[in-house]
């Protein structure tokens, strides 16, 4: 079955540096796009940043610059490089996967203190 598995995240001051790792199985991962979302309190679930199977890359407005989403097919995992962090980088950050249906992980918590 499909497990996506995030690790990485925790609290960091503003400005610093946190990569997010997402481990998945059970599925072919070379082919398939991968995502990362986040959901602060209080506010929706927003996309963040996405990556092709050719590894074309696309991100929100507001990590932009910021962010690089990156993959590693021989370790079926995909990456959130984050720099340059604010306080309202503050949430739950999910890796998702949609193959028919939507498959997520259990998330990694990212707080920044200001």
């Known amino acids: 079955q499909v497990q996506l598995v995030e690790s990485g995240g925790g609290l960091v001051q503003a400005v610093g540096p946190l990569r997010l790792s997402c481990a998945t199985s059970?599925?072919?991962?070379?082919?398939?796009?991968m995502d990362w979302y986040r959901q602060a309190p209080g506010k929706q679930r927003e996309l963040v940043a996405t990556?092709?199977?050719?590894?074309?890359?696309d991100y929100s407005d507001s990590v932009k610059g910021r962010f690089t989403i990156s993959r590693d097919n021989a370790k079926n995992t995909v990456y959130l490089q984050m720099n340059s962090l604010k306080p309202e980088d503050t949430a739950v950050y999910y890796c998702?996967?949609?193959?028919?249906?939507?498959?997520w992980g259990q998330g990694t918590q990212v707080t920044v203190s200001s």
């Open positions: 998702r996967l949609l193959i028919g249906r939507d498959y």
């Open positions: 059970g599925f072919i991962f070379s082919i398939n796009t």
């Open positions: 990556i092709t199977s050719r590894s074309g890359t």
